[in-house]
């Protein structure tokens, strides 16, 4: 049973550009949600996908933009790309329905911008 | 708006010393509350749910507690292969997205 994955492990990026990181969900689930991570820090909510929409997004601007598939998956976009963004992008897997469930996460993106 | 305070932000133990990790949180209704494991560079391995006061779960050498105000994460014995950061989270909103504390950073020293 495959947990969720995420490509690429780590990226490069220069100040300005753009970048997408990708994610599939643990088999099964059908919602995913996208986590920044700064150093030292517990990670943060961008928002969630379910349905192939967006259900609710964080506290971050208009620049982080997403899209889920029909088969589940996801895509985080970053437009204009700030020093600040460098972090650790979390995807993580749940099932919809009743209930709070438990969220699976993957290993993750390390994005360093320079 | 949801809040998780976790405390001590780092935790230096030898080997067999045992501790408690602790989970402050104020939510307008609990909902659960969420125990990660988080080794350095990877994401998040969960652990443990715990979903009303009082309630205990358990897995190897790890023992998690709730209050209606916190939860404890008590580590018995510990190994070096314990080290690792501990998060805690509760779930919120509409899309039950989950409000983290910052970890504690633990190490166990053989």
């Known amino acids: 049973d495959a947990g969720v994955t995420q490509s690429p492990t780590h990226l490069i990026k220069t100040r300005g550009q753009q970048v997408t990181l990708r994610c599939s969900p643990k088999?099964?689930?059908?919602?995913v949600s996208w986590y920044q991570q700064a150093l030292g820090q517990g990670p943060q909510f961008i928002f969630q996908?379910?349905?192939?929409?967006?259900?609710q997004r964080g506290n971050f601007p208009d620049r982080f933009s997403g899209h889920q598939f029909p088969n589940y998956s996801s895509e985080l976009n970053v437009n204009a790309l700030l020093l600040g963004d460098s972090a650790l992008y979390l995807c993580?897997?749940?099932?919809?329905?009743?209930?709070?469930?438990?969220?699976?996460f993957g290993p993750g993106t390390r994005l360093t911008v320079t | 708006e949801d809040q998780v305070t976790q405390s001590p932000e780092a935790l230096r133990l030898q080997e067999g010393e045992s501790s408690s990790l602790n989970c402050s949180y104020t939510v307008s209704g609990l909902r659960g509350l969420f125990w990660y494991r988080q080794d350095p560079g990877k994401g998040p391995e969960f652990l443990f749910t715990l979903y009303s006061a009082g309630e205990e779960k358990e897995k190897e050498r790890l023992k998690a507690t709730l209050t209606k105000k916190e939860s404890f994460l008590h580590i018995t014995a510990p190994k070096p292969e314990d080290s690792a950061t501990y998060l805690c989270?509760?779930?919120?909103?509409?899309?039950?997205?989950?409000?983290f504390g910052s970890g504690t950073q633990l190490t166990v020293l053989p």
């Open positions: 088999s099964g689930h059908d919602t």
């Open positions: 989270a509760v779930p919120g909103g509409s899309a039950r997205q989950l409000t």
């Open positions: 993580a897997s749940s099932l919809s329905g009743q209930g709070y469930r438990e969220q699976y």
């Open positions: 996908y379910y349905e192939e929409e967006e259900r």
